[in-house]
């Protein structure tokens, strides 16, 4: 059944990577998610018409109800047709299954109808200036005046903010509250007076992370996903969602990355360098060991710091995948023609941040060390 689901996938990409969207072949993802994204938008309708999208929703809320297996064909087979990087996923994989899972009725059928027509876009509103990768350590506030919540404070490194009509907001609604306690997880409208978005320049001269400044901002009393102040089990269930079956398509990706890198390779005579070609090896085998961690994690419940670690190994794989990319480039590797980046010199840009976003290596380390290892925790003010 699995070869049969297979074969469609695979066939439907094939007849339809084609006409309009044959352009869009390869295009968007980290660091380039400026690139088409309106054309992008199109064809995420096009997959939610032909049921090719919130694959692992259940039947009830509009999705396939596909197994586990069947999800991670699909992003297999569509990391390896080279379709475009989707504008939706912060809606389809992370919002959509934490309402599902914790929203109340009419939540879901408030918002999930749109989701899977691609008809409202989403950001999450996690990270703060003070509270990167400590997300118990949140200050922006959310206080009750009358029918609203009333939101105050700052959110940075929101990916797609400029094109959202949502975020999703992990805000403190109890007064005096510290860490974990006294956060609540709240659905909150973009276009309105007191919502303020700020692009930030990366390195790669593009701009898909934001500042989200919230100035007396108002969504409804309604608006708060599961019990008020249990905001933090909310917040994890959906980054567990973020890091669950989807980082298979990312790893057919990273393998696309890596074949182009060792064909460059062989066509500039840098595979006859003894150490080029043991670290293009490395990588190889690196990435095996990335897809058996994820499939074993894959089937389990909750895979907990399984999660740390992943993240942990491929964030390490891809940014020295970057640094390989200029020494197998060689000198040219330094010169941007006429001020543009090429693909190598993104790639090794952009991936500087593949440690930090997400949640940075030294607190995946921490989390390891504490919660796996039993090693005393770091102190803290």
Avoid at 13 to 35: I, Q, S, T, W, Y
Avoid at 114 to 131: D, F, R, T
Avoid at 306 to 332: D, I
Wanted: charged share 25%; hydrophobic share 40%.
């Amino acid at each position: 059944m699995n070869g049969d689901f297979r074969q469609q996938l695979r066939a439907w990409l094939a007849d339809n990577l084609h006409g309009e969207f044959a352009k869009l072949r390869g295009v968007g993802g980290p660091g380039r998610e400026h690139e088409q994204y309106e054309s992008r938008r199109e064809w995420d309708r096009k997959l939610a018409k032909a049921g090719w999208s919130c694959l692992g929703w259940p039947v009830e809320h509009g999705g396939r109800g596909a197994s586990t297996q069947e999800q991670v064909i699909f992003y297999e087979e569509y990391a390896a047709a080279n379709a475009p990087a989707r504008v939706n996923h912060i809606g389809e994989e992370l919002l959509g299954p934490t309402l599902i899972a914790f929203g109340t009725p009419e939540q879901q059928r408030r918002f999930l109808p749109k989701i899977l027509a691609v008809e409202e876009l989403w950001c999450q509103g996690y990270s703060e200036p003070g509270a990167g990768s400590d997300l118990a350590s949140v200050s922006t506030t959310a206080t009750v005046d009358g029918d609203d919540w009333v939101i105050t404070g700052q959110k940075v490194w929101t990916s797609l903010a400029h094109e959202a009509d949502w975020c999703f907001v992990l805000a403190r609604t109890q007064p005096g509250s510290r860490r974990r306690e006294g956060l609540s997880y709240l659905l909150v409208p973009m276009r309105q007076p007191g919502v303020e978005v700020r692009p930030i320049r990366q390195l790669t001269g593009t701009s898909e992370f934001n500042e989200v400044f919230f100035d007396n901002a108002r969504t409804s009393k309604d608006m708060v996903v599961g019990e008020v102040g249990d905001g933090w089990r909310v917040a994890m269930a959906t980054l567990a969602f973020e890091r669950g079956v989807a980082t298979l398509g990312q790893q057919v990706g990273f393998r696309r990355e890596l074949d182009a890198l060792i064909d460059l390779a062989k066509r500039n005579g840098a595979i006859d360098d003894p150490v080029i070609k043991e670290r293009l090896t490395r990588s190889w085998i690196g990435l095996e060991v990335m897809r058996a961690h994820a499939l074993r994690t894959l089937s389990r419940k909750d895979p907990g710091y399984e999660a740390s670690v992943s993240k942990l190994v491929w964030a390490r794989w891809h940014r020295e995948l970057g640094e390989l990319a200029m020494q197998v480039r060689g000198p040219e590797s330094m010169v941007a023609v006429d001020g543009d980046l090429d693909e190598w010199q993104r790639l090794f840009l952009f991936s500087r941040a593949d440690t930090i976003y997400g949640g940075s290596d030294e607190i995946q380390r921490t989390i390891i060390a504490e919660r796996v290892l039993g090693l005393p925790k770091e102190p803290r003010a």
